[in-house]
């Protein structure tokens, strides 16, 4: 199940990281202050944040695998081309096993994307809006 935050054209303010848990920092465009709260974090990848990050679409899915639009290699990546065959099984059966961890509940994946700005992908235990 996708489930959208109603996070379209806040602004990206910030984050903070700590242990394995990660606070999304935003401003709506009514401007109010909103938290993101991300527990059990497995992966995290933040590219691009700079001043200014305009949200187009804030995501997050559970009990399914997206088929489009998620960069799995963001969040795990995998083996430089020249390594030996066994590293790329090993790669692909770990991909596989964080797949079927979101199919079964027991992660779930966040998707920020940007109208300008910072791209957010992330895997976690739970995902709280405040």
């Known amino acids: 199940m996708l489930d959208e935050l109603p996070l379209h054209d806040a602004t990206f303010d910030g984050i903070l990281l700590k242990d394995k848990?990660?606070?999304?920092?935003?401003?709506?465009?009514?401007?109010?202050?909103?938290?993101?709260?991300?527990?059990?974090?497995?992966?995290?990848?933040l590219s691009d944040f700079r001043e200014g990050n305009i949200v187009v679409f804030t995501g997050v899915s559970s009990k399914e695998v997206p088929q489009h639009g998620v960069d799995w290699e963001r969040l795990y990546p995998s083996p430089h081309?020249?390594?030996?065959?066994?590293?790329?099984?090993?790669?692909?059966?770990?991909?596989?096993?964080?797949?079927?961890?979101?199919?079964?509940?027991?992660?779930?994946?966040l998707q920020v994307v940007p109208a300008h700005g910072a791209d957010l992908?992330?895997?976690?235990?739970?995902v709280t809006f405040v």
Do not use: I
């Open 21 to 45: 848990n990660a606070k999304l920092h935003f401003t709506t465009v009514k401007g109010a202050r909103r938290e993101v709260r991300l527990s059990g974090v497995d992966a995290l990848h």
């Open 81 to 109: 081309p020249s390594a030996a065959e066994s590293y790329h099984n090993d790669w692909r059966a770990h991909l596989s096993s964080k797949q079927e961890a979101l199919r079964s509940g027991n992660l779930m994946l």
């Open 121 to 126: 992908l992330a895997t976690c235990r739970t």
